[in-house]
C-alpha cells in the first residue's frame, strides 16, 4: 500500500468519528471475514483480538506474538479497500518504547488505526495509571505525526468491563480517564462494557470527544445508539461467536440427523466464495 492511499484511508476514517451515519464495526478475524464484511458494504473494518487470537488457536489477552498480529493485519489490508483498525490490546509490550515499536509495526501493514486499552495484561482486572497511559498515548501520537499517517487511536477505558470501585464511582472515575486520554492524544473513547442506554448518554455528554460503544443483542439498538449521539460502535468478538454458533449447529445436525438444512441456509453461491478473492 503506498504512503498516499494510507493517507487517504486514515483521513477518511477520522472523519467518519465525526459526521452521520453512525460508524458501525463488525468486527473481524481473518482475511475471509473482512471480505465479507467490506462486500456487505461497511465503511471501515475493525478487528476483534479475541477472534484473531482464537483463529490462530489461541485464547485472547496477548497469547499470541506481535509477529502473529503483524501478519494477521498485513492479510486483511492486502484484500480490502476501506479503512481498517486494529485492536492491539495493550499494545504487546512492557514498556512505552515497546508498545511503539508494535504501532509502528501495526501502521506498516496499512492499518490506520487501533484501539489501546488501559488494563494491565500482568494483574487481574488492574488499571495503568492515568499517568503512564496519559505518556503511552502522547507517544502513539508523536509517532503517527512522525510517520505521517493521521492515525486514529481509540483509547479504551476498561473502568465498567473490570468493575473498578464501587459501582457509585465508576462513571465519574471513567469520565476522568476518558478526558485525560482524549487531552493526550487519543481520537475517540471506548468505555467497553455493557452499558444502559442512561450511562451511555451521561458519558456523550461527559466525554469531551468521540466515544465508542460495545454494541450487541438485545439493545440498544444501531438507531437508538445513533439518537444517544454515539459516534462508533464495536462488536467485538460477537460476530465471530455468532458465525462458530452457526457452525457448531450444521456440526450437529451432519452427525445427529445426516441432512444439510443449516449448512445451506444463508451459504455462498460457488461463485461468490470463488470471487471473494481475486489472486
Known sequence: MSSTV?????????????????LVLPNVWDAASARIIEQAGFRAIATTSSGVAA?????DGQHISRDMLIEALARI??????????????????SIEEVLQTVKAVIMTGV???NIEDSLKQQEKALADVSYQVEL?????ELATS?????????????????????????????QRANAYLQAGADCIYPIGRLDRTTIAN?????????NILGGPPEPTLPELAQLGVARVSL????MRSVLGHLRTIAQELLEHGTYTRMSAAALSGSEFSSLFTK
Open 6 to 22: 494510507q493517507k487517504e484511508r486514515a483521513a477518511q476514517f477520522r472523519r467518519f468519528h465525526h459526521e452521520a451515519p453512525l
Open 55 to 59: 483463529a490462530l488457536g489461541y485464547s
Open 77 to 94: 489490508t492486502r484484500v480490502v479497500a476501506c479503512p481498517v483498525t486494529a485492536d492491539i490490546e495493550a499494545g504487546y509490550g512492557n
Open 112 to 114: 490506520v488505526g487501533i
Open 137 to 141: 498515548l502522547k507517544a502513539l501520537r
Open 147 to 175: 510517520m505521517d499517517v493521521p492515525f486514529v487511536i481509540n483509547a479504551r477505558v476498561d473502568v465498567f468491563l473490570l468493575a473498578i470501585g464501587e459501582p457509585e464511582s465508576r462513571f465519574e472515575h471513567a469520565v
Open 203 to 211: 458519558l456523550v455528554k461527559a466525554i469531551n470527544g468521540p466515544i
Open 236 to 239: 467485538a468478538g460477537g460476530l
